[in-house]
């Protein structure tokens, strides 16, 4: 099975500046999620998507993030304007999801290689 | 308090010796438990995932959970100098919408 796309690899924007990264999960996994992981610390969860649904974005700088997933399969997430304490690795994982509602207790991710970012 | 916390380490074992991996988190209500492993400039990758109380055995690895003590631990027997990497610790909370990481552990084990 085709593992989580993601691109582009590495980005260096200056602050103010805006990027996007896309992502392509695993076919037939329902679940995609938007991690941020900083150096020297764990993945944060930014947005987490059902199908086409958000599940949770409690944690989504909204005022400068987005993120969409068209048609229950890619997602894209933007920065704008971006900061420098944006400057981290964004990764991107699918995860089967539970059965018919949005449950995952025993469904482990499965992530793409990352997109780093640098914010000068 | 932290959703999930970890020991940063690092932990540093000799080879062929038994690595403790630790962590404890916060709602008693969570209900999976993962391992994942992180090399240096690489993505997490699943070890294992437990979510009876008691132990789980793969391979060289063993999960224990204690849902009491909200603790889950891991053990790496016959630890190899390719096991150093950074293990973090994850959780599915309450309702099993979410999985949320510990800061992780660096381990490194010498030849």
């Known amino acids: 099975e085709a593992g989580v796309a993601q691109s582009p690899r590495y980005k260096i924007i200056e602050k103010r500046q805006s990027v996007a990264f896309w992502c392509n999960p695993i076919?037939?996994?329902?679940?995609l999620y938007w991690y941020q992981q900083i150096l020297g610390q764990g993945p944060k969860l930014l947005i987490q998507f059902q199908n086409n649904g958000v599940v949770d974005d409690s944690q989504l700088p909204k005022d400068r993030f987005s993120a969409e997933r068209l048609k229950g399969v890619d997602s894209t997430l933007k920065i704008q304007p971006a900061k420098l304490e944006d400057s981290a690795v964004y990764l991107c994982?699918?995860?089967?999801?539970?059965?018919?509602?949005?449950?995952?207790?025993?469904?482990?991710?499965?992530f793409g290689n990352g997109t780093r970012l640098t914010v000068t | 308090q932290k959703e999930v916390e970890q020991n940063s380490g690092p932990l540093s074992v000799p080879e062929g010796a038994i690595a403790s991996l630790n962590c404890t988190y916060s709602d008693r209500g969570s209900q999976s438990f993962f391992w994942y492993r992180q090399y240096s400039g690489k993505s997490p990758e699943l070890i294992m995932f437990?979510?009876?109380?008691g132990d789980k055995e793969d391979g060289r690895f063993t999960a224990q959970l204690n849902k009491a003590s909200q603790y889950v631990s891991l053990l790496i027997r016959d630890s190899q100098p390719s096991d150093s990497a950074t293990y973090l610790c994850a959780v599915i909370g309450p309702g099993g919408f979410k999985t949320i990481f510990g800061a992780g552990t660096r381990l490194f084990v010498k030849a």
């Open positions: 437990i979510y009876s109380n």
């Open positions: 076919s037939g996994h329902a679940t």
């Open positions: 994982a699918s995860s089967r999801g539970g059965q018919a509602a949005i449950r995952s207790y025993n469904s482990p991710l499965h």
